[in-house]
C-alpha cells in the first residue's frame, strides 16, 4: 500500500514524495475554502489535507482553529455555530486584506472563495474530479463533541464508498486517510473502520517516539518540517519500522530538497505547483 509516484527527480530509483495540498492552495486562495480545494486539483496536487470540526447541529466543516475569528469576519467557537451561522460568514475576503489592503470585499464575493466548507461538499469534489485525488482528514482535539468527531467521520466517508461493507470492498491502495495529533481519536476512527490507514502527527519528537515507533495500529508518522531539520536520521528510523513518513508543513525550497533526500512518502505544503515544479513533476 502506498501514496507515492514514480520517481522524476534526480535519484534513480527513489520514489517522488506525494503532493499534499494544505488546507487546499492555500498560499493562493483562502484556507479550507473550495476555491482553495479546486486550485489544488489545478495545480496536480495528488492529495488534499483538511481539517474538520463538528458545529453544534452535528455537521463536519473544514474549519482549522477552534474558533473563526481568525479566518472569517465573525467571532466564536465553531462547536457552538450551527451550520446556518457560518454560513452566514464571510470566510475569505481577510485572505484578499492580507494580500492587497485597498481591495473591497465585493471583489471576492465569489461563494467558493468566500464560503464555509463541509467536508461532505469537499468528498463531492473529490469524487468528482477527474483523476484519482486522496484526502487527508485530520480531526482536531480537544473539543467538547469528543468521540462524535470520529462517529460523524466514519459515517460520512461510509455514505461515499471509502469504508468496507460486506461485499463492497474499499479502494485499494485507500483514497482517504485520517490525521491527528491525537492518539485517541486515531483509535476511535481505527475501532469502527480499520480499513481506513491513519497519521500520527506529532509536533515534537518525543523519546517514546524517537526509535520510529507509532501508537498501536497507526501506519504513517507526520512529523513537522522542524522535527526533520532537527533529527534527520528520524525518517530511515521510521521505515526501518514499517512506517511511512508525511511531513508537514513543507513551504521552502530547502526544506522540500530535504524531504526528498530523506526519502519522505509525502509532503504536506501550501504550495503544491511549486513543489511539483521543484520536484520537476511536470
Known sequence: MTYVRPAQDARPGRPAPSIVAHRGASEDAPEHTLAAYRKAIEDGADALECDVRLTADGHLVCVHDRRVNRTSNGRGAVSALELADLATLDFGSWKAGADEPEA????????????????????????????????????KHPTRWAGQVE???????????HTARPGRPVAEPPAVRVMSFSARSLYRVRAAAPEIPSVYLMQFLTPRYRDGRLPPGVTIAGPGIRILRAHPEYVDRAHHAGHR??????????????????????????????????LDLG
Open 245 to 278: 513518513v508525511h511531513v508537514w508543513t513543507v513551504n521552502e525550497p530547502e526544506d522540500v530538497a530535504l524531504c526528498r533526500d530523506l526519502g519522505v512518502d509525502a509532503v504536506i505544503t501550501n504550495r503544491p505547483k511549486q513543489v511539483r515544479n521543484q
Open 151 to 161: 462517529e460523524r467521520l466514519v459515517t460520512l466517508l461510509g455514505r461515499f464508498g
Open 104 to 139: 473591497p470585499d465585493r471583489r471576492y464575493a465569489d461563494p467558493e472563495r468566500t464560503g464555509v466548507l463541509t467536508l461532505e461538499r469537499l468528498l463531492e469534489l473529490v469524487a468528482d474530479a477527474d483523476r484519482r485525488v486522496e484526502l487527508a482528514i485530520e480531526t
